[in-house]
């Protein structure tokens, strides 16, 4: 006898999750976002920002690099969209702008999947009640408290040369590029 098995869906909390920031680089502190964000949602996109600025003490990786590091460790998830958007301008200072800005990236995410999140994800510091606050969209928000790993740290690690400290708060899949990445943090000029 022929034992049939039914396969069922898992049921997840959301339709289409959104994670965004620079990924100045990707790190274990944005990978714990986007893991929680791919457990709940049946989709999920993530936009990398300020696409248009590299080769800067603050933006040292263009964004073709920032977009393969997150591919060397997300690529294989069918239920994840990578894709990107420039900054406005100016950097928002009052909620006014706070909600351009917001509505800016709704924007891309609407081009991208054909819909609007029903779910932001940030970081606990993030302006994502200014960003999204008149729209119907759950903002989740996770704590930094157990890694405090930032960008700047990153490139901290990098150009002194701290390899094990950069590989403790960064996926091994991404190891081999400690060269590269290393590379292009110290060929910035002040």
Known sequence: TKALFHYKKKKMKY????FHGRFEHIHKGHQKIIDRMLQECEKSILLVGNSQAYGTQKNPFDVLERIKLIKKIYGNKRNLIIGFFPDLSNI???KKEYEKWGQWIL???EYYTGKLPNVVYSGDEAKTEWLYGKR???????SREEMQISA???KNLLKQNKKEEWKSITDKKIHSEYNNLREIVLSIKR
């Open 15 to 18: 339709k289409l999750g959104l």
């Open 136 to 142: 119907k969209i759950k903002k989740i928000k996770i």
């Open 107 to 109: 924007g891309f995410c």
């Open 152 to 154: 700047t740290k990153i």
């Open 92 to 94: 928002p200072q009052t």
